[in-house]
C-alpha cells in the first residue's frame, strides 16, 4: 500500500530557531514528492516540488531534500517566524498521477 | 491565485438528506479530487479524475459518488448523509507529472 509517513507530529519551537520535519514514503512507482504548507482553516500551499532525480530545493527560508534510495524527504525551516506556524504536509504523486498524504506535521512557533 | 472555487463554503444538514459540493476551475486542468480532511489523519482521497467522465475511486469513497460532465466542474454527492461524513472537504486541480497541484479553500459540512 502507498503510503506517507511524517514525524514529528506535532513540534514547539521559539521564534528565530530552525526546525527540520520528516517525511518518509513507500509510494512507489514515484513522480515526485512536494512540501505543502496549511495555515488553520484555509487550503494546502505549495512550497516545493520535487522529482526523484532532484536532491534539494529551495523556497526561501524553506529547504527540502530528498533521497530517493531511502525514500526519505525532509523541509528545514530556517531562522522561524511565528507566521511559520501551520500543518506542514508531505505530498506524493503516485501512478495515475494520484497524490498520496502524509498526516502532516503541526508546527507552532511561539515568541 | 489559481482558479479553483469551492461550494458552498459552509453547510449544515440533517442526516439522510443528499449533499452535493461543487468544485469549479478556471485552469483547464486534467486531473480533479476531492479529500476529507479529519483532525489526525490528514487529507484522504475520496474520488478523482482524469477526463471529462472518467472518474476513480479513491481510500475513502464509501458512501460518496461524483461526477464530472464538463472539464470546469467536479461533484462530490452525498447519496445520503451521516454524522460520519461531518468533515472539511477540499477539491484539488492537478495538470500531471511535476507541474503544481492547487487546492481550493475547503467545505466545512456539518451532518446532525
Known amino acids: 500500500k502507498n503510503q506517507v509517513e511524517q514525524s514529528p507530529q506535532s513540534l514547539i519551537i521559539l521564534e528565530g530557531k530552525n526546525c527540520t520535519l520528516q517525511c518518509n514514503y513507500t509510494v512507489s512507482p514515484f513522480s515526485n514528492l512536494r512540501w505543502y504548507k496549511q495555515d488553520t482553516g484555509r487550503g494546502p500551499v505549495s512550497l516545493t516540488i520535487m522529482t526523484f532525480s532532484e536532491n534539494t530545493k529551495s523556497n526561501g527560508r524553506y529547504t527540502a531534500t530528498l533521497d530517493a534510495d531511502t525514500k526519505q524527504s525532509s523541509l528545514h525551516i530556517t531562522a522561524s517566524q511565528l507566521s511559520d506556524s501551520a500543518s506542514y504536509i508531505c505530498v506524493v504523486s503516485a501512478k495515475g498521477n494520484k497524490l498520496v498524504f502524509g498526516a502532516g506535521t503541526i508546527l507552532r512557533v511561539k515568541s | 491565485d489559481a482558479g479553483i472555487t469551492q461550494s458552498p463554503r459552509h453547510k449544515v444538514t440533517e442526516t439522510g438528506t443528499p449533499v452535493t459540493l461543487r468544485c469549479h476551475q478556471t485552469?483547464?486542468?486534467?486531473?480533479m479530487y476531492w479529500y476529507r480532511q479529519d483532525p489526525g489523519h490528514g487529507l484522504r482521497l475520496i474520488h478523482y479524475s482524469y477526463g471529462v467522465k472518467d472518474t476513480d475511486k479513491g481510500e475513502v469513497s464509501d458512501g460518496y459518488s461524483v461526477s464530472r460532465s464538463k472539464t470546469e466542474d467536479f461533484l462530490l454527492t452525498l447519496e445520503s448523509a451521516t454524522s460520519s461524513q461531518t468533515s472539511v472537504y477540499f477539491c484539488a486541480i492537478y495538470g500531471g507529472r511535476n507541474t503544481e497541484a492547487f487546492f481550493g479553500q475547503g467545505t466545512r459540512l456539518t451532518v446532525v
Open positions: 485552469e483547464n486542468h486534467r486531473y
